[in-house]
């Protein structure tokens, strides 16, 4: 509902939230007018009964909608200083001078956008998660990757090498991904079973993450953090 919003009240006269200045100056009401999100909940007068409502602040989405505004006046302020129009145009041009490497690309975001630099630390060693800047080059990779050449103005980032994607299904389902994907490499020498030699390590967790949308999976208490954006 956000997303498509946004891209809907782009034509309005005012800056776009979509634009580098639409994002700096992003608001909580102006994102829970567009996501249609209801800050308010009514409740009856605690003394006049239910005959008087009154409006009592969601904090549950107070708070998400405050992280959302966080990335976007952050993001937004970058792009300004960058001299950047709008997101999409940093990344084209990042695309271009990548020639193919989705590595870097994933560089690029986590060391220009703190809200792409998803890193934690553990014991004082840092972890890196950087979610958010491997799913967009994923999309970006799955998105552009069967079109023609001549259709494309950049190389087609590479992912082949991309880890599985942080996020509260995977550590519910199964955490060894990786010796997942080398046994079924190592099976796809077996007269039968070469189509397991297509496996990757974002393949197996896709296939994870459906499946824990279905059936008694979908009870499964999963991991929550709130308090974060980097998932």
């Known amino acids: 509902m956000l997303v498509l919003s946004s891209y809907i009240s782009s034509d309005s006269p005012d800056p776009s939230i979509l634009s580098a200045r639409g994002m700096h100056q992003a608001t909580v009401a102006q994102l829970a007018n567009l996501a249609r999100i209801e800050t308010h909940v009514e409740k009856a007068h605690p003394t006049l009964g239910s005959a008087v409502k ?66 934690h630390l553990v014991d004082d060693q840092p972890v890196f998660i950087l979610k958010k800047a491997l799913w967009l ?34 550590p519910t389902s199964i955490v060894a991904c990786s010796d997942i994907v080398q046994r079924a490499h190592e099976l796809a020498t077996q007269p039968g079973k070469e189509w397991l030699a297509s496996w990757t390590e974002q393949g197996l967790d896709g296939w994870l993450w459906c499946e824990g949308k279905r059936g008694e999976m979908k009870d499964v208490e999963r991991i929550a953090e709130k308090g974060t954006v980097y998932y």
């Open 54 to 119: 009154v409006g009592e602040k969601d904090e549950e989405a107070f708070e998400i909608l405050g992280l959302l505004v966080g990335v976007l006046n952050e993001t937004g302020e970058v792009l300004e200083r960058l001299g950047k129009q709008s997101l999409g145009v940093w990344l084209l041009e990042k695309l271009i001078e990548a020639e193919g490497d989705g590595d870097k690309l994933v560089h690029e975001l986590a060391s220009i956008f703190p809200a792409f630099r998803d890193v």
């Open 137 to 170: 080059v994923t999309v970006v990779s799955l998105a552009f990757r069967t079109r023609e050449p001549s259709e494309v103005p950049f190389e087609v980032p590479d992912i082949s090498g991309f880890p599985v994607f942080a996020d509260n299904v995977l």
